[in-house]
């Protein structure tokens, strides 16, 4: 199981970058797969989740209406669309993957319990976003 992230860069405040998670050794649709994010002397957090099978998205709410999760199964891969970009959105960028996310109760997700990053089973390697004039 692999997972690479892509697209980050360095954007000016209110400006839309477009991450990519590309999965191999493993159908995408058969995991819950999560976009986190850990600034400089910060723990991970959870930005965004898509459910395995329903593909039910979930976001934090530090990125509610700005950010979009999405699916292309076909590719494998999972994209977040970043728009409106903060200084405060500035991290490394990660995608996890949850084998389990099929058996997860409804809380888990409506509870916030997968934005805790210990919940996933793989990491990818991650992409720094920057966002500074």
């Known amino acids: 199981v692999q997972l690479q992230a892509s697209g980050g860069g360095l954007v000016e405040p209110g400006g839309s970058l477009t991450l990519s998670c590309a999965a191999s050794?493993?159908?995408?649709?058969?995991?819950?797969i999560a976009w986190f994010r850990q600034a400089p002397e910060k723990g991970p957090e959870g930005v965004s989740c898509v459910t395995s099978g329903d593909g039910r998205t979930y976001y934090a709410d530090s990125v509610k209406g700005r950010f979009t999760i999405s699916t292309d199964n076909a590719k494998n891969t999972v994209y977040l669309q970043m728009s409106n970009l903060k200084p405060e959105d500035t991290a490394i960028y990660y995608c996890?993957?949850?084998?389990?996310?099929?058996?997860?109760?409804?809380?888990?997700?409506?509870?916030?319990?997968?934005?805790?990053?210990?919940?996933?089973?793989?990491w990818g390697q991650g992409t720094l976003v920057t966002v500074s004039s």
């Open positions: 050794g493993f159908t995408l649709n058969d995991y819950t």
């Open positions: 996890l993957a949850d084998s389990q996310g099929v058996l997860r109760a409804p809380g888990f997700y409506t509870g916030g319990v997968w934005r805790k990053s210990w919940e996933y089973d793989y």
